[in-house]
Structures are given as C-alpha cells and as structure tokens.
C-alpha cells in the first residue's frame, strides 16, 4: 500500500518541531513520539494497539506496536523535557499555580498521579507529576518535592498562588510554601483548630447559602497567620478557606481550582482517555502522562485561537455549548486525521506563548 506523502509531512513537521525544542534528542527517536502523540490525538485513546492502527509505517501492526511500548519504556520523554516544550508557551507575568490528585485502577493496581500545573484560562496546563506509587492521599514530602522541583524550572517570583484543596495541608506543608515565598489559597477542613482552641466550623454556625463570612483578623491556622474566609456552595457544602490574599480575592480565586477537574476531564474520560492505558509501572505512566501534557496544551492553544476568531456559541441558561479545549482538540484532530493543509498553521501555534488574558468568562466557575 503507497503511504500518504501529506502524512508523512506531518510526522516530519512534528518531528522538526520537537527537534527544535529538544536539540539533544535523536531525530529517529523524536520522530517515533510525534508519531506517537499524533496516533493518540486520532485514536482518543492510550492503548498501545489503538495508537499504532493510526500510524502509518510500512510495518506490521504488531511491529509499530512494539515501538510505541518503546516510547512508554526508554525512547520517550523526561519530565524535563517535556518542561521544556511547555515552559516557554506560559503568558507572561505572574502565574497561578494549581495541585491536585487524579486516580484510577487497572485490576487491583492503583494508579495516583500527584500534579501541578499552571492555570490558563481556566484550564490548569500540567508542568510537573509524580506517581505515587500507593493509593490514597499524597504525603506533604511528595509535595514538598514536586514543588521543588518546579522552582528550578519556575522561580518563585513566577508564582502569584498556590490553589488547593483540603487534602493539601498540614503545619510542616504551609510553613514549605510560607519559606519558598509562594502565597497560598488552600481549603481547609471543618475540623481544622485555629487560634488553637476551636475548630473552624464552630466560627462559621450562622452561614446561609449565598453568604460569604469571614473571621475579623487573620487566624492561626497550621502555624500561620491567614485570612479565612467561608462560604455556601450551591449544594449547601460548608466551603473554608485559608489563604495570605486579601478576604476578597480568596473566594474568587479558590473557585478557579476547578481548572484542574477540566484538565483530568480532559485527559481521561471526555478527551484522549489516560484511565485506558494497561500500563502501571511508575515511570512508563509518568512518560505517558508528559506525551498527554504536549497533546493537552496543543489543543489548548488552538482552542483560544479559535476562540479569539469565532467565539464559542452560548446555550439559553448561559453556559458554552464546549470547552475551548474541545473545539482545538476537533480542530487538531481533522487536521491530523484528513492530511489538512492547515497542520502546519496549527504547529506555529506551538512556538508562541498563551495570552495573558485570565479565566474566560463564559466558562462555569465552581468549588
């Protein structure tokens, strides 16, 4: 069967791309992850086998199969290098930092990936991850490290707020982050002391829905002096927040947390489908993750394109009829698949920085 040249151009062009951000790397092995993450982007999946239907070598499906288990097991990506294609698409000034945790299982196996990522728009771009190795919460020294590691990358003077939820606390944890000069924006538990003789929700037992309270001075909370501010969800959920901004920004950045529920959606179920790799082993996911970050911030670039040129449609309650991220994914998706012309307009992308515009407005801000 005679191979599609246009095709073949596109793997090229991608290869070039990575070539250029990533100079050390043998041209053969960042060609075999461009063909990669391209078959990813077509397949909507992370099975091995799906991957290598959609790449186009004159090999035998078993064969090409094979390589892409290479890419996952020793010719793929370091974090650092992935760090690299994507530190310098960050917009510039200050940053918002978000940290969460996404899980699923294979069988009996857990797998846990600790992530922390920049907010853009409202869509949190992963910048650094770790397997856990366990299931369960993260302990503050693995958070502790992939912040650290961060900073050598992103300096602290980068970093306008540290988001979190409730899993991320603790005394040892705060007083990191208090030392490394990051503000912090975190959600705090119902239980927690402060001022170390009453818990938390008892200064908040007059709440109603809708209204915001907040305690009349900074509160010692974990071994430091913050504001913290309560409030209602929708669902009537006691939302208590501790954080070094002011009482009135607290809130509103808290809420932009959600970005990274965007991003997990993203990545899993509703976008290229991470939860379906077979693969468990710490670093082989971690590779498969990194390959998932350059799709993700791929799509997300083309999506404020597009944006900017074609604003999303709005529904009658308000809401957009998709995510921006969803419209460059189908953008990127056509072109790749349909040996589009407009491929290597949509890589160009990819070598200039996000916008410095913040949250877009038509998207749902929740808790």
Request: positive net charge.
């Amino acid at each position: 069967m005679k191979k599609s040249r246009t095709a073949l151009t596109h793997v090229d062009t991608f290869t070039a791309y990575l070539k250029e951000r990533l100079p050390h790397h043998r041209t053969d092995r960042l060609r075999c992850v461009a063909e990669v993450i391209l078959g990813i982007l077509q397949a909507e999946s992370t099975l091995h086998r799906k991957i290598a239907l959609h790449i186009d070598r004159r090999a035998t499906t078993d064969s090409i199969t094979r390589m892409v288990a290479r890419v996952f097991h020793d010719a793929g990506l370091s974090q650092q290098d992935v760090q690299d294609i994507l530190l310098p698409l960050l917009p510039p000034g200050k940053l918002t930092l978000v940290m969460d945790r996404t899980n699923w299982k294979l069988g009996q196996r857990s797998c846990n990936l600790l992530v922390l990522g920049v907010l853009i728009g409202n869509v949190v771009l992963p910048l650094a991850w770790t397997e856990l190795g366990h299931s369960g919460n993260s302990h503050t020294y693995a958070r502790m490290m992939l912040v650290g590691k961060l900073l050598k990358r992103l300096p602290a003077k980068r970093w306008a707020v540290l988001i979190a939820d409730r899993e991320f606390i603790g005394q040892e944890w705060f007083a990191f982050l208090k030392w490394k000069g990051i503000r912090r924006c975190i959600r705090i538990r119902e239980d927690t002391a402060v001022d170390d003789d009453e818990y938390v929700r008892d200064c908040f037992t007059s709440l109603q829905p809708g209204q915001v309270q907040t305690l009349f001075e900074r509160a010692w909370v974990y071994g430091s002096w913050m504001h913290v501010v309560a409030t209602l969800s929708p669902q009537g959920e006691r939302i208590i927040v501790a954080s070094d901004l002011s009482v009135w920004d607290t809130l509103a950045t808290y809420r932009r947390r959600w970005g990274i529920e965007m991003t997990f959606s993203a990545m899993k179920t509703r976008g290229l489908n991470l939860e379906q790799t077979h693969m468990t082993a710490p670093e082989r996911v971690g590779k498969l993750f990194g390959l998932l970050c350059i799709a993700l911030a791929w799509m997300m670039r083309i999506g404020e394109e597009v944006e900017t040129e074609q604003p999303t449609r709005l529904k009658k309650h308000g809401r957009p009829v998709g995510s921006r991220t969803r419209r460059g994914y189908e953008v990127l998706s056509r072109a790749v698949r349909w040996a589009s012309d407009s491929f290597q307009t949509l890589l160009e992308l990819m070598k200039t920085p996000f916008s410095a515009l913040g949250a877009d407005k038509t998207q749902p801000v929740r808790y």
